[in-house]
């Protein structure tokens, strides 16, 4: 029987217990051996529930304890996750983590601690929630050069996205819609501005590219300046807008970028509705695959956090190899990346058109409302466009497309 201690008995880590004891016996058949939790660490005490024998206030009970071969972080935030996962490799134990931000930030270097312990720090929850995206990356494409990673990591901007382009209804209404079903937290920046799938595809690239993407190097903007108008000429352009996470190859260089994107229906990524997530991935030998799933939750995070507790109980004296230098990788200007985009203007096209056709050639003038009218530009570079757009009068908005 292979002791364990969970770190955070929140909905991930009541999830994981869930888990564990629902599948204890196919689970036990795959690890090899029973799964038993020793511990639970949580600031709180849950009286009336089984779950109490189990909780701990004090981590040091857990380090000391040598029969606690796994330790499961799922308290989320840097500290003290970090600490406490660092002085659980140290003291030989194997770690399984849902912690993005945890990851994002100190992967490398935990991974680096991993290997010198013989110990192994493993993260599949981190990106996607249940979908499998981390072991296929380092093991089933390991053949493949990764081309490209795009892919919708954020589940409750993708839910808002969905119901604004289903319902026609206001950003306000959509973002709060989310909170009373409780996928947006209270301050809902991280989702909506595009924080979360920023680490999401730093924690991607990093794997992918096996160099250190730092998330506050990746271009990120978010949802929060898209209105339901902007979704009255998508629809009327045949497109959808979607919060994408990228990152490509653009020559020798990688390109990482979050934003919300115009895309069409041959895209690959279009047909993604509601909480669920995709990655899509291009390998120079694959070509395209395809993961899709529930991003989170608390069942569909906790069983890939479980598969992880598994795969380390089958491998508990070896470290498996994971490539993720802390050399940083140098990413490439976003302004020399080459977009179409979608733009509104203030105005009528009587009045402009000359102006616009200027700037950008001969576009279609395409109006859904009085007072503007919108266009979609070639395909041009950021920074063409930038100065583009700072010369044309009356411009409401932007969106990127690729379509
Ligand atoms: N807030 C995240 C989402 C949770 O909406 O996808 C999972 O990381």
């Not at 217990?17 to 639970?40: C, F, M, P, Q």
């Not at 808002?160 to 319902?167: C, D, I, N, V």
């Not at 919108?374 to 041009?380: A, C, D, E, K, R």
Request: glycine residues 8%; charged residues 25%; negative net charge.
């Amino acid at each position: 029987m292979v002791k364990i201690a969970v770190l955070g008995y929140g909905t991930v880590g009541s999830g994981v217990v869930e888990v564990l004891t629902t599948n204890r016996e196919s689970i036990a058949r795959k690890a090899g051996e029973e799964i038993d939790i020793k511990y639970v660490l949580d600031l709180r005490d849950f009286p009336g529930d089984p779950i109490q024998e189990k909780i701990v206030h004090d981590y040091q009970v857990i380090l000391d304890d040598e029969e606690v071969r796994v330790v499961v972080e799922v308290m989320g935030g840097i500290e003290p996750a970090f600490t406490f996962v660092k002085q659980a490799l140290m003291a030989g134990k194997n770690v399984a983590t849902s912690n993005k931000e945890l990851v994002a930030r100190h992967g490398a270097e935990l991974i680096a601690i991993a290997r010198e312990n013989s110990v192994n720090f493993m993260f599949e929850a981190s990106v996607g929630g249940g979908i499998p995206i981390i072991r296929p990356l380092l093991q089933s494409l390991t053949a493949d050069e990764i081309v490209e990673i795009s892919g919708i990591l954020n589940g409750t901007t993708n839910y808002m996205l969905t119901k604004m382009s289903e319902q026609g209804l206001a950003y306000d209404i959509v973002l709060k819609n989310a909170q009373d079903k409780g996928y947006a937290e209270r301050n809902p920046a991280a989702d909506v501005e595009g924080y979360d799938a920023c680490r999401k595809i730093a924690i991607l690239a990093s794997l992918a590219y096996a160099h250190q993407v730092d998330f506050e190097d990746i271009y990120t903007e978010g949802i929060s300046k898209i209105t339901d108008t902007d979704f009255v000429y998508a629809k009327k352009l045949g497109l959808s807008i979607k919060l994408l996470a990228v990152c490509k190859r653009q020559e020798d260089k990688v390109l990482a970028m979050v934003s919300p994107m115009m895309i069409g229906p041959e895209h690959p990524l279009f047909n993604v509705n509601n909480v669920f997530n995709a990655i899509f991935v291009k390998g120079n030998m694959l070509g395209d695959a395809m993961f899709y799933g529930r991003g989170a939750g608390k069942l569909p995070t906790a069983s890939a956090v479980v598969a992880d507790v598994v795969e380390e109980i089958k491998h508990i004296h070896t470290n498996i190899r994971i490539n993720w230098s802390r050399e940083k990788l140098e990413l490439a200007d976003m302004k020399a990346a080459a977009h179409r985009f979608f733009v509104r203007i203030s105005g009528m096209p009587e009045e402009k058109g000359a102006q616009v056709k200027a700037l950008f050639g001969d576009v279609d003038m395409i109006q859904v409302k009085d007072g503007e009218f919108g266009i979609v530009t070639p395909q041009m570079k950021e920074k063409d466009f930038d100065e583009k757009a700072a010369a044309l009068d009356g411009m409401i908005t932007r969106i990127r497309g690729e379509f």
